[in-house]
């Protein structure tokens, strides 16, 4: 496991370190930006945010299976709250103190797929093409919901 690990971080240590590597970087944390702005609109965040909500949710649904969250509730549909706007929610009968931290902080795991993802797309990448710009969208999408 180790091993894996070291490969992936000398991967993005040596993407950082290229031209085109700090170019993707930098239209991921471009997208990420334009998910932050678009806060202003629900409508345009929720279809724009929808493949990293349903991943977050999906997160917080797994992990409450797993640690007898016993959930009992899924939506991904947007809907006002108390002070402004949740893109989705789970719901769970059984939250306790020995799951409810691991449940709630589910969704952080998305950031280590994130760092996989991009050290994946990085190896080998010669330049920016147009199918990049949809990888480098589902990334800002994974980081913004994490």
């Keep these: 496991m180790p091993e894996i690990i070291t490969h992936n971080f000398t991967l993005l240590t040596a993407a950082f370190t290229s031209h085109s590597g700090r170019i993707y970087i930098g239209v991921v944390l471009g997208f990420v930006l334009l998910l932050t702005l678009l806060r202003r609109s629900m409508m345009l965040l929720s279809l724009a945010a929808f493949p990293g909500t349903l991943l977050h949710e999906l997160l917080h649904f797994t992990v409450g299976l797993l640690l007898f969250g016993r959930p009992s509730g899924f939506s991904v549909v947007p809907r006002r709250v108390t002070h402004g706007y949740a893109l989705g929610s789970v719901r769970f009968a059984n939250v306790r103190w020995y799951n409810g931290?691991?449940?709630?902080?589910?969704?952080?795991?998305l950031l280590p797929l994130a760092l996989w993802l991009l050290a994946w797309r990085l190896h080998g990448l010669h330049g920016l093409q147009v199918q990049e710009m949809a990888w480098a969208y589902l990334l800002a999408t994974l980081i913004y919901a994490s």
């Design 101 to 109: 931290c691991f449940i709630g902080l589910a969704p952080l795991l």
